[in-house]
């Protein structure tokens, strides 16, 4: 409350005069509304790197999360995921419950039992949480749980950007409160592809005409100067290449597979480029060792497969 209580005029008090009066009684009353402060969120981002194959790789860590006001709960969540290109095999985990990243997928989550929706535009998928009544430490346990997935034999090969967008309690928005934060916590799941491990030892080998495709099953010897194109999908159960043979991969749609292991002599090695072809030279192949490929075409992502290389 605010009172005026006296006034007071430049008159002065000569001759007898009165410059102020104090017995005035104006009252004002001053009302203080609260205002909602929308809620705060901060997570570590774990970027982490999904291997076709395996299992579900975590996204956030160290997440806190709070209201400002007390007494109040976190009721929605709107998380966004790009380069969603496979489908229902793509999937986010979050709240207990399996999340297929399919347009027009919606359901109920086991935890905090939230209603979820799905929408694809392009290839970016948003993930919409709602009708909840989460404390901040539940918030923070789903968002720590929070985790991707692919279950595509081949997935495709791109980066998945995870970003939780928007946070909202339920403190509403009377006299200009904020309920909704806008939010760029964002994760980065690579997603990378891999060929079983394993090898057997051989010995028998045969040669191939120049420029022409082994048959399927056949065992192969590419002697120097010997360059094989490729143009349809085609299986070698036993390859040796000796000096400066080369097999040229043509296009995406031919698949080179190796079943057995590679031998070497004394001046092989392994290399890949761009132009699509492999080459064996150097001497490190009689021992174990990983082969990373690098495509430029996709993104820059690498392409990595372990090979056990035994003489």
Known sequence: MVSIT???????????????????????????????????????????????????????????AGTIESGQNISEMVITITNVTDGNNEVLNIDGTSIELSDSNSGTTTTNTLSYSVALTGTTATLTLTGGSMSTGEVQTMIDGCSYQNNLDWPTINNRVVTITQLTDNGGTDNGGIKTASLNLQSTAAVKIHTSQGSTSWSATETWNFGTVPNANNNVIISAGDVVTASSSTTINHLMIEETGQVQIDGNSTILTINETLTYDDNNALSFSNSGSILLKGNILNKDG?????????????????????Q
Do not use: C, R, Y
């Open 6 to 64: 006296q006034l007071k005029d430049s008159g002065g008090v000569n001759n007898g005069g009165d410059d102020t009066n104090s017995a005035l009684s104006a009252n004002s009353t001053i009302t203080i509304l609260a205002v909602n402060d929308a809620p705060v969120l901060t997570a570590t981002s774990s970027n982490p790197t999904f291997i076709q194959g395996d299992g579900a790789v975590s996204l956030f860590t160290n997440s806190s």
């Open 290 to 310: 990983k082969i990373m490929l690098i495509n430029e075409t996709i993104n820059g992502l690498e392409i990595w497969s372990n090979f056990e290389i035994e």
